[in-house]
């Protein structure tokens, strides 16, 4: 009876453990975010980061990474992320709310600049402050991360969803529905001017706040704990071979 019941105790043990993973199995998904994540082709997706993270952390990350098909826009993959759909995101930014449902690692894998990217008519040469910026109209994409004293500061945002997000700004930018182009990340526009072939005509200019750190976050709902320690580990020894900005160059 004894050993009946401690075979039991062990089988519930192990059920409460199936829903998170250790080792394993690690579905990661993702939204098209140039130059990090540049286009999906046959199912696999290309850019910066996925190469970065298949080259330097998968191969010292005791799990298979299984990458999504196809990506998600970031207002779904929120959700994806709550419920345990998604395992783990390649990259966010730190709120207090997504601490809430999300393992983020102890270091982000790189440090960016808040920038709004404009054309060249527009009036400022640089931004001192934020208050400079109210009554233009800039647009961003809805859902996604805005540092909470650029969010505080009053300024008009024009939100847009769904995919190709970038693309479809640098469209409005052009036809003078916007002012300008928000995004957390420096690096964002640095590869997008190249791509589109738009240096002659717009501009890159940084706001007065901090850098913002983003991270590969990973489901609170399916992911032990352990997997995030062993990325951590893996990211440190990956940052020793190569800075991932460093590596970003050859895109």
Sequence with gaps: MKRFFVCIVLFCAAVSLTGQLSARELKMSYFIANPHIIKVENGIPVGGKVAYFNKYIAPNLNATVKWDRQETPIARLIKNLQTGKADAAIMFAKLPDREVYLYFPRIPFVETIPSILVRNDFPLSKITQLDELKGFRIGYVLNAFIPTNIKNAGLNFDFIS?????????????????????DPQDITFVFARKKYGIEAETRILPFPVDPVPLYTVFSKTTVNPELVRDYEEALKKAQGEVNYRKFLESY
């Design 162 to 182: 769904g995919t190709e997000t970038i693309k479809r700004s640098i469209k409005k930018l052009q036809k003078f529905r916007i002012d300008a182009f928000f």
